[in-house]
């Protein structure tokens, strides 16, 4: 599977999942990025001058990102200069965090709720 996300700030977003989120290059070139987020599972970044399909801005878009622990995750982004919103609980016994990617792309970042 993959998802790709069309950008009209292209390198600023690539910059987002890569340095920020510590997501991992894989198949790249200088309008599309391949980011592996779970075996047999990709996010792709693809600049919209060089591509068919135009940029949503993130409109109706929510990409749900699983991870081992949310609140580790939350700390991370702080120290790499980011300012996420504050980790809280969610309904399905969960608890994350939600944020915008330079594209305008919400994610929501969560995982299984931890003993306090």
Same mark, same amino acid.
Not at 16 to 23: A, K, P
């Given at each position: 599977m993959? =998802?790709?996300l069309y950008c009209r700030? &292209?390198?600023e977003t690539v910059a &987002?999942? $890569?340095?920020? %989120?510590? %997501?991992t290059r894989g198949h790249s070139n200088d309008w599309f990025? $391949?980011?592996q987020v779970a075996p047999g599972a990709f996010l792709s970044v693809a600049d919209e001058r060089r591509a068919s399909v135009k940029t949503a801005s993130g409109a109706g878009i929510t990409l749900t990102l699983r991870v $081992? /622990? #949310?609140r580790a995750l939350h700390a991370l %982004?702080? =120290?790499r200069g980011g300012d996420p919103p504050p980790v809280g609980a969610r309904p399905w016994? #969960? $608890?994350g965090f939600l944020l915008h /990617?330079?594209?305008g792309t919400r994610l929501e970042i969560w995982s299984p709720r931890r003993a306090p």
């Open positions: 993959n =998802t790709v700030r &292209f390198p &987002f999942y $890569e340095q920020m %989120l510590g %997501l990025v $391949e980011f $081992e /622990d #949310a %982004l702080q =120290t016994g #969960a $608890e /990617d330079p594209e």
